[in-house]
């Protein structure tokens, strides 16, 4: 197990590294925009760029300026950040690129934290440890978000097979207030969670997805997580298993591509650590441009 603070200096690097120009309007702070339902005071008109909400333009200080112009604003209040983590054996296989997915988890997890503090918002964390639903408060600064770290870590891997809608159901039934999810998952959890759960989950809050991609039948050395040891190599090498085995993963991709795009809800796949800032860039801009729509 890394400390805590291995993890932390890891992203501190990693969010300088991809800080360039093409990124900096998600980590320089203005982030926040991405998101609705913040009270917000108005400050100033700016020329508008593409991807601005047409709700934002001032029509009667464009038709004055001769160009088009939007609306500028403050916040007065900071969001809360929760980031629901799935758990389990599963936590222990590998990704598409032979990452193990606990470590691509405890990244994505970090990263999203460390955006969040840097902005000031608060952060919480939930997951389900063994069927009990294990909940970190909403809080500001960087031990909060290195608190979580430590504690996932020390938690996400164990033989249960646990169900992460159990941990959305929890959010449905005892927080009112809204919020922003980030549901850390992969392609099992997200095809478990039922369409009653997402339709009642995207109703109250902002929600979006990290499905961390998993390893297929293939190649010599695929792990069982359920036999706790390698896979055979005459089930492994067997290509006509691979190609069933690749044919119902495209289905439950599929699907789960269906459902996520019912209830308006944007989503990654995470295959390394290397894509992790980037990839969430790309998720909170389709979250921004679906909202606009």
Same mark, same amino acid.
């Given at each position: +197990?890394?400390?805590?603070? *291995?993890?932390? $200096?890891?992203?501190?690097?990693?969010?300088?590294?991809?800080? $360039?120009?093409?990124?900096?309007? #998600?980590?320089? &702070?203005?982030?926040?925009?991405?998101? @609705?339902? !913040?009270?917000?005071?108005?400050?100033? =008109?700016?020329?508008?760029?593409?991807?601005?909400?047409?709700?934002?333009? *001032?029509?009667?200080?464009?038709?004055?300026?001769?160009?088009?112009?939007?609306?500028?604003?403050?916040?007065?209040?900071?969001?809360?950040?929760?980031?629901?983590?799935?758990? &389990?054996?599963?936590?222990?296989?590998?990704?598409?690129?032979?990452?193990?997915? !606990?470590?691509?988890?405890?990244?994505?997890?970090?990263?999203?934290?460390?955006?969040?503090?840097?902005?000031?918002?608060?952060?919480?964390?939930?997951?389900?440890?063994? /069927?009990?639903?294990?909940?970190?408060?909403?809080?500001?600064?960087?031990?909060?978000?290195?608190?979580?770290?430590?504690?996932?870590?020390? *938690?996400?891997? $164990?033989?249960?097979?646990?169900?992460?809608?159990?941990?959305?159901?929890f959010i449905i039934n005892n927080f009112k207030k809204r919020m922003i999810i980030f549901v850390i998952t992969d392609?099992? /959890?997200?095809?478990?969670?039922?369409?009653?759960?997402?339709?009642?989950?995207?109703?109250? @809050?902002? #929600? =979006?997805?990290?499905?961390?991609?998993?390893?297929?039948?293939?190649?010599?050395?695929?792990?069982?997580? *359920?036999?706790?040891?390698? #896979?055979?190599?005459?089930?492994? /090498?067997?290509?006509?298993?691979?190609?069933?085995?690749?044919?119902?993963?495209?289905?439950?991709?599929?699907?789960?591509? !269906?459902?996520?795009?019912?209830? /308006?809800?944007?989503?990654? $796949? +995470?295959?390394?650590?290397?894509?992790? #800032?980037?990839?969430?860039? %790309?998720?909170? %801009?389709?979250?921004?441009?679906?909202?606009? !729509?």
């Amino acid at each position: +197990m890394k400390s805590k603070s *291995d993890y932390i $200096t890891r992203i501190k690097a990693n969010v300088s590294i991809y800080a $360039t120009k093409k990124t900096s309007n #998600v980590l320089d &702070g203005t982030y926040p925009s991405v998101f @609705h339902g !913040r009270s917000l005071n108005f400050e100033d =008109l700016r020329e508008y760029v593409p991807g601005d909400n047409i709700r934002d333009i *001032d029509w009667k200080a464009s038709g004055r300026a001769g160009t088009i112009l939007v609306k500028r604003y403050i916040a007065d209040k900071k969001h809360s950040i929760m980031l629901v983590l799935d758990t &389990g054996a599963k936590m222990a296989g590998d990704s598409a690129e032979f990452i193990q997915k !606990r470590e691509i988890a405890l990244r994505t997890a970090g990263t999203i934290g460390y955006i969040a503090y840097k902005n000031g918002d608060t952060v919480g964390s939930l997951y389900n440890k063994d /069927g009990m639903i294990k909940l970190n408060p909403f809080r500001t600064g960087l031990p909060n978000v290195e608190r979580i770290l430590a504690e996932y870590d020390r *938690d996400l891997e $164990t033989r249960q097979k646990n169900n992460i809608e159990k941990s959305l159901d929890f959010i449905i039934n005892n927080f009112k207030k809204r919020m922003i999810i980030f549901v850390i998952t992969d392609m099992n /959890g997200i095809y478990g969670i039922s369409e009653p759960c997402l339709k009642r989950l995207k109703t109250r @809050h902002d #929600v =979006l997805f990290v499905n961390i991609s998993d390893l297929g039948l293939t190649g010599n050395k695929v792990f069982d997580i *359920d036999g706790n040891g390698y #896979v055979p190599s005459f089930i492994s /090498g067997n290509k006509k298993l691979a190609r069933l085995e690749a044919e119902k993963r495209e289905e439950i991709l599929t699907a789960n591509s !269906r459902k996520l795009l019912k209830f /308006g809800i944007s989503s990654v $796949t +995470m295959n390394n650590e290397d894509e992790i #800032v980037t990839k969430i860039i %790309e998720l909170l %801009e389709s979250h921004r441009y679906a909202n606009i !729509r």
